[in-house]
């Protein structure tokens, strides 16, 4: 006899895959997002998938309007460069305390992520369609494991939870996915890895702030070339269109 999946797994399989459709690259900013429509594909009721919106929503990937609907969020400058200050601020600190408390274990696991990083970013670069989008969501979520696992190093929770609750890497990595930015430097990240077991706080301080920064300024370039391109959309989204549907690509 099958077990009945319970609302709350119905609501986590929802923003997972609205979650990876974003990330992805398959729901691009501005995309309107119609509840009934969701729920119609992903064949559940309307409310898991209102709860997965409001999640997005609260990670920053998805806004709503009051009687107007919903959409995969437009950031505005100001808000990606906010956002930049608050990851550097928060990775910085990560990275001098993962200096002076991380045991030589930890250091040869940061080390060893960091090659496969600069590995897995080469090999997405030369890949093209849906090949090279799994090769850079799975560069992602490398991303993710390498930069958390060095703030998980410092001993300091309260420091995981913050980078945790302002959604610093998701929203980096989406910025950046969005933007179609991606070329990074020879040995990015094993660069960086040198610097944070160098023992010196100093030094993984300088390391992490270039590395936070770098791109910034083309992200922001490419996704003002967005906006521009959206404008009619975002003006539409405003004045709250009756038919905004979700537009779900099959790759």
Known sequence: MKRKKIQGSLSHEAYERLRQMILRGLLPMGTPLSRRSIAEQFGMSLLPVGEALQRLEN???????????????IPTAMDIRGHYVVREALESQSARLFAEKASPDERREIQQMAVELDRMNERSLRLQGKAKEDALYEEYQLHMRFHMRVAECTACQALCDAIEKNHT???????????????LPPRWH???AEALCS??????DRAMRKHVRYGM????????????????????????PRSAKLLLSAR
């Not at 300024?217 to 709250?240: D, M, P």
């Open 217 to 240: 300024e083309e992200v922001l370039r490419r996704l003002q070339q967005h906006e521009n391109a959206q404008h009619s959309a975002t003006q539409r989204f405003k004045r709250g």
């Open 199 to 204: 023992g010196s706080p100093l030094r993984a």
């Open 169 to 183: 890497l998701l929203l980096n990595w989406h910025y950046s996915n969005a933007s179609a930015f991606h070329q």
């Open 59 to 73: 990670e920053g990937l998805v806004e709503s309007r009051p009687r107007v609907g919903t959409r995969v969020r």
């Open 190 to 192: 094993q660069i960086l």
